[in-house]
Structure formats: structure tokens, C-alpha cells
């Protein structure tokens, strides 16, 4: 824009060298005063010049005329001889042929004259009016090469005020920023899709690893797989993330000096001195961002529940006590056999717990008694995955039992990858299903169930309508052979 600018107005500067007087653009007109005041003077030079001639053809004119007329009377007041009187009458009438042709001569030459200085104002005036054309022309073209640089000018301005307005119309976000790493297409209207280095505000943290969350680009909002997206580590530091940054800071062996130092002051001073170091050395903010989110969290709040790993008993007592009625999921992951037997108890008295999902943790005997003795009990809980927990036959008996016996809340169950489970739990499987109602989805992926064992737990789907059978791919030969198959295909799922 600022090329057009120079562009126009070096133009302008150009047709004022050549005499620009006036320049319209669109509803205003400027006028050159000083032009007009030059191209006058030399108009009116060029009159007085004209004028002075005339004057002087005209006064020599008159002198012709006083010479002629002195003549006549000189001749007409002699005195003659009666003799001579024919002569002098032959002599006047020459004279007055003389005259009469000297006049019409000096006629014709002061004719000529009028008619080349009218000639001279013509050509004069038709040069200036030409040049004023030109000049007009030469305007027009300016202008019209203004109008357009006006329109492009207009174009971009419009441009940038719709960016403008459309970055100013889309929320400033309030919550943790994350960038996605990879794209990612939706799978329905409930998810969100992403592409790579898209920035995220996430909306809710979900314990199941689909997040809520609106994107900073096209303001749409939806789930998003958590394992899609990370941390965006050039947004801005919020109050959260300061106090997780101090606390790992303070809590763990962090090698950087200024952290070091900051350690040997007192408590009281400890939380202003690293809120000011972090907010002024970006360094060693992003040396404490890498660090800290490299380590595991022994404790991991989200919207909707909490994560635990490989927690203290005193840590999990002051997760409970910091329950909330949102706070419905709890994941378990490699955990030790004693923290789990003392957590769980006080876990499902909690009213509060509706997903309990246990991982990568070993169950042992006491473990999945106190877990049947809750299950007995506890009338909130409604989903229960048991992830690599070293589960066997005798495990899935004690915990098929209850759920025929006492439970009438749970809807999910989940073995997965238990490969201590072996075609014995079949029949505890098959009549878990047949005997309890209330159970809608249960997933048996990653055992040692053989192709009979699993025949046996498809034939228990046609006695209950109510409930959805999760598999391996693997099994999918074996139980299209299944001659009922026809019958309960859309209630079983491949994984």
C-alpha cells in the first residue's frame, strides 16, 4: 500500500511540473493557486504585448490619415490661374486617386495587422486550450489510477478488518492451551477435528482420554483424542500451571542452580522468588516445562475425575478427602498390591465414584476380596475395566458371583489383557451373563480363552438381549462359524 502511495503521489508531482491546476478525487477538488496565478500572468503578458501592438498600428494610422488630409487642404487652398485652373483640376484628381489608393492601402495593411494579431491571440489561445486538454486528459488518467489504487486500498483494508473482526469475534481462551501434534479426523458429530500445530483450548480433561476441547482457529468445538495433542509451551503461564511448576520444582532434585538457590531461602520467601524467576527467564521456564511434564504425575486432576500412579497411602487419602460429587472416574495405574487393598474400601463408600478403572496393577488374592466385598456393597458404581491386573480363573469366579448375587448396578465389565484367564472362566463368564440383567457391555480381549470357550460364552448372548460382548479380531473366524451367529451378530464386537 505504502509503494501506492509513493507511486501517486510522485505522479501528482510530475503533472504539477507541467502545470496541474486542479485534481478531483472523488467529491473533492484541489485547486494549485499558485499554477493558476503563473498560467494568468502569461496570459496577460501576452495581451499587453497584443495590446501595444494595436495601440501602435493604430497611431500610425492616424498620422497616415493627418498627412493625407494636410495634403487635400494644402491643394484645395491655392490660388490659380484661370489658365492653369484645368491643369490643377487634372493634378487634384490624381491627387485624389493618390489618396484615395494610399487609403485603401493603408487599410488593407492595418486589416492585415487586426487579422495576425487576432491570428497570433487564436493560435495562442488554441495552444493554451490544447495544453489545457492535455492536461485535463493527463488529470483523468491520474485519477483514475488513484481511484483504483483507492479500491485496492479499500479491498485491503476490508480484508484486514474482516481478519480483524474475525480474530477479534472467536473468545480468548480461558483454559489450559495445547497444540495438536498430528492430524486427526473426527468420527462424529461429537468429535473434533484437528490438524497438526492447531492450537486447542481444553474445555474438560477426561479421565477416558477424549478431551473436550475448541479450536483457537475455527472456533468449533468437540472431543479430541488426548494421545493427538500436547502441552503448548509457548502459552501463557496460568496460575495452575505456576503451581504445579513450583511444587515439582520445590519436591523433586532439580538440577539448575537458580532453583538450588531458591530452595535455601525460606518458605515464606520461596513462592515469590520462583514466580518472578519463571516469569522473567523464559530459559529456564521451558527447562522446568520439559522436565516436569517428562516425569509422571503421581497424582493427575481432571475435570472429571483423578488418575493415580503408582501413588503413597497418604497420597490417596488426600485425593479422597479432596473428592467432589464432579469427580466420577478414578484410574488406578501401577499401583502396589497394599495401596490398592487400603484405598479401595474407602474409594466405593464414596457415593460419589460411578467409573473405577484399574491398570497395569497386580490384583492379588486379598485384593480381589476386599474388591468383591465392595462390589457387594456399593450401589453407585457402574463401570469397572480391569486392565493387565493379573487376574486368573479364580479371580473371574469370585467377581462373576457377586455381580449375579448381589450387585444390580454395574453395567460394564472389562478383562483385558489377563492372559492368566483361561477357557475355565468360560462357564463363570456364561453365567454371569445369563443371570444378571442389569450388565450392558463386557469385554473379554486379551485372555486365554480358547475358540470353545468362546463359542460357550456366545451361546449365553442368546439368552440375554440386554448386553453387548466385546472380542479380539482374532476371534472373529470362530464365531461367524457359530450357528446362531445370525442371531446375536450385532450385539458382538471385534477389537
Given amino acids: ?29 484541489v485547486y494549485d493557486e499558485h499554477a493558476i496565478d503563473e498560467e494568468v500572468k502569461s496570459l496577460m503578458k501576452k495581451l499587453e504585448i497584443v495590446e501595444i501592438e494595436r495601440d501602435d498600428l493604430l497611431e500610425e494610422n492616424a498620422k497616415l490619415k493627418d498627412t493625407i488630409d494636410t495634403l487635400g ?57 490544447k495544453t489545457l486538454i492535455e492536461r485535463e486528459k493527463e488529470i483523468e488518467q491520474l485519477q483514475e489510477k488513484i481511484s483504483l489504487m483507492n479500491i485496492q486500498q479499500l479491498k485491503e483494508t476490508s480484508i484486514t478488518l474482516r481478519k480483524d473482526q474475525s480474530t477479534q469475534s472467536i473468545d480468548p481462551p480461558k483454559g489450559p492451551v495445547y497444540v495438536a501434534i498430528r492430524d486427526w479426523e473426527a468420527q462424529n458429530s461429537a468429535q473434533l477435528s484437528i490438524k497438526k500445530e492447531e492450537k486447542l483450548e481444553i474445555k474438560k480433561e477426561r479421565t477416558e482420554g477424549w478431551w473436550l476441547a475448541r479450536s483457537l482457529d475455527a472456533d468449533q468445538e468437540g472431543l479430541v483424542p488426548f494421545n493427538y495433542i500436547k502441552k503448548d509451551d509457548e502459552s501463557e503461564l496460568s496460575t495452575l500451571e505456576s503451581l504445579e511448576l513450583f511444587h515439582y520444582a520445590m519436591t523433586e532434585n532439580v538440577d539448575i542452580p537458580k532453583i538450588k538457590e531458591i ?17 522473567q527467564d523464559s530459559v529456564l521456564l521451558d527447562q522446568l516445562r520439559k522436565k516436569e511434564h517428562g516425569k509422571p504425575k503421581a497424582i493427575r486432576w481432571y475435570d472429571d475425575g483423578v488418575e493415580l500412579t503408582s501413588p503413597s497411602l497418604i497420597q490417596c487419602q488426600e485425593v479422597v478427602s ?18 490398592v487393598c487400603d484405598l479401595l474400601p474407602v474409594l466405593l463408600q464414596n457415593e460419589k465414584v460411578k467409573h473405577l478403572r484399574i491398570q497395569d496393577t497386580q490384583l492379588t488374592k486379598d485384593c480381589i476380596s476386599s474388591l468383591c466385598n465392595l462390589l457387594a456393597n456399593n450401589k453407585s458404581l457402574i463401570d469397572l475395566p480391569l486392565s493387565n491386573c493379573s487376574i486368573d480363573d ?20 472389562a478383562f483385558v489383557n489377563n492372559p492368566r484367564i483361561t477357557s ?50 482374532e476371534e472373529k473366524d470362530t464365531c461367524t462359524e457359530y450357528h446362531d451367529y445370525s442371531i446375536i451378530k450385532d450385539r458382538v464386537i471385534f477389537m
Avoid at 99 to 117: F, V
Avoid at 322 to 339: E, F, G, Q, R
Wanted: no cysteine.
Fill in 263 to 279: 530452595k535455601t531461602k525460606s518458605n515464606v520467601e520461596r513462592a515469590s522468588l520462583f514466580l518472578s524467576l519463571i516469569k
Fill in 424 to 473: 475355565v472362566s468360560a462357564q463363570s463368564v456364561s453365567e454371569l451373563i445369563i443371570n444378571n440383567s442389569t450388565l450392558t457391555r463386557l469385554q473379554i480381549t486379551g485372555t486365554s480363552i480358547s475358540s470353545d470357550g468362546i463359542l460357550q460364552i456366545l451361546e449365553s448372548l442368546t439368552l440375554n438381549k440386554n448386553i453387548k460382548l466385546i472380542l479380539d479380531v
Fill in 322 to 339: 479432596l473428592l467432589t460429587y464432579k469427580h466420577m472416574h478414578i484410574v488406578i495405574n501401577k499401583s502396589s498390591p497394599d495401596v
Fill in 1 to 29: 500500500m505504502e509503494s501506492l502511495l509513493v507511486t501517486a503521489r510522485d505522479s501528482i508531482d510530475m503533472l504539477k511540473d507541467m502545470g496541474l491546476i486542479s485534481l478531483t478525487i472523488g467529491y473533492y477538488t
Fill in 73 to 129: 487642404i494644402s491643394y484645395e487652398g491655392r490660388e490659380v490661374d484661370e489658365s492653369n485652373k484645368s491643369s490643377i483640376q487634372s493634378s487634384e484628381s490624381e491627387k485624389e486617386e493618390s489618396k484615395r489608393k494610399m487609403t485603401k492601402a493603408m487599410q488593407m495593411e492595418i486589416d492585415h495587422l487586426r487579422s495576425s494579431l487576432q491570428s497570433k491571440t487564436e493560435e495562442t489561445l488554441i495552444g493554451v486550450g
Fill in 394 to 413: 479364580k479371580a473371574v469366579a469370585d467377581i462373576t458371583n457377586v455381580l449375579q448375587t448381589h450387585n444390580n448396578t454395574l453395567k460394564g465389565l
